[in-house]
């Protein structure tokens, strides 16, 4: 009974004094102020920008031809495989010679024959002009004997000519490379029945030792290579252009950089674009014809205000960049963008060489929001 009275007065007591230090702790409303949140910044900086313009493009041989039959027949023999790379000259096909061959030995024979007749009408010439010295035989015999000699002798030319077609026949059953290249694919087989009027080729030879590639460029673009290239003519400009770049199918570089030495002569109308044509050299035959790529075309822009693209946002297709004025705050400034420079913009308004931009974070900030700054890495090197 003792201890249970006297119990309750120490909680009370306990309670009483929990309160009043609760009642202190509320009964102070000033709180320390947030700091000001902390943002990086840099320099803008002058640069040289690069602009890249890639257009798709075909490669073509410089040389392309069509190996085609010029005499009917049987192909007899094929010398070369597809694929097989051969020199100007070398012997591709063989087609059966043997009628050709006996095309060529009758006219052979003809000649002969030729020969003889006009050997004979021209001792019968000399003849009868010994006669008419002699007022045996009348002048009109002698001109009879002088056109008999011309018709043999315009026989033996006669003969000469089809002797000779009859020789260039027996020759093209024998069909050669026209240039050097690669072989491509060969449709027929031993024994094919083949004529110069066959739709498709033997095969088709490529001299790749250099290639082409054609690509369209726009209008505008056409403009600005006008622009941005040296010369008073189209053709000093091709001479002065810059040198390009090739892309392959599989998105490295090609090694060697190519040269621009052709454009059409007319836009396609139905395109509103105009077909320029580089040439790039291919000494280990790493490009074959038919092969796709990007040619790639490099403008560089001096002097130019350069900022990270990540440093700038998008607004309704607008882009802004984020700045700290005088007093620290937030400033949000729109800026015009003349391109595109590897991982930067080229600003060409909005925002100068030399001011302060905000790095990074401010996706978080208001404009007139106060912030502190650091330097970031970018700042420290400048």
Excluded: W
Excluded at 43 to 53: E, P, S
Excluded at 158 to 175: G, K, S, W
Excluded at 295 to 313: D, G, H, M
């Amino acid at each position: 009974m003792i201890n249970r009275r006297f119990d309750i007065p120490l909680v009370k007591g306990s309670i009483s004094l929990l309160f009043a230090s609760l009642m202190v702790s509320c009964g102070n409303p000033e709180q320390a102020p947030l700091p000001p949140t902390e943002v990086p910044v840099a320099k803008v900086k002058n640069g040289t920008g690069t602009v890249k313009r890639q257009y798709p493009t075909s490669l073509q041989g410089v040389v392309t031809v069509d190996v085609r039959a010029q005499v009917s027949g049987y192909i007899s023999k094929i010398h070369v495989d597809e694929g097989a790379y051969v020199k100007a000259g070398q012997i591709l096909f063989t087609i059966d010679p043997r009628s050709y061959q006996e095309q060529f030995n009758t006219a052979n024979a003809a000649i002969l024959v030729a020969k003889a007749n006009l050997t004979t009408a021209k001792i019968e010439l000399n003849r009868k002009k010994e006669l008419v010295a002699n007022k045996i035989v009348s002048d009109l015999q002698v001109q009879q004997a002088q056109a008999a000699f011309e018709s043999a002798n315009a026989s033996l030319s006669q003969a000469q000519a089809a002797a000779q077609a009859a020789r260039i026949n027996y020759e093209f059953c024998t069909v050669k490379a026209p240039v050097s290249g690669y072989i491509s694919r060969i449709p027929y087989r031993l024994g094919s029945l083949i004529n110069p009027a066959s739709a498709a080729p033997l095969t088709v030879l490529s001299d790749i030792h250099k290639v082409y590639a054609y690509f369209s460029m726009s209008e505008n673009d056409f403009i600005d290579f006008q622009k941005s290239s040296k010369g008073g003519s189209i053709t000093e400009k091709i001479k002065n252009a810059a040198p390009v770049q090739l892309e392959v199918s599989d998105g490295s570089l090609y090694a060697q950089e190519g040269k621009i030495d052709a454009i059409d002569g007319q836009f396609d109308r139905s395109t509103g674009s105009v077909v320029f044509r580089a040439v790039f050299d291919n000494p280990k035959g790493l490009l074959r014809d038919g092969n796709t790529g990007k040619v790639i075309i490099t403008k560089k822009f001096e002097q130019s205000v350069l900022v990270p693209i990540t440093a700038t946002v998008t607004i309704q297709d607008k882009s802004y960049i984020y700045t700290v004025d005088k007093e620290g705050k937030v400033k949000q400034l729109p800026i015009e963008i003349a391109g595109k420079s590897g991982s930067d913009y080229m600003v060409s308004s909005g925002i100068a060489a030399g001011d302060i931009y905000i790095v990074s974070g401010f996706e978080r900030l208001q404009p007139g929001m106060q912030v502190k700054t650091t330097a970031s890495n970018t700042l420290a090197k400048n």
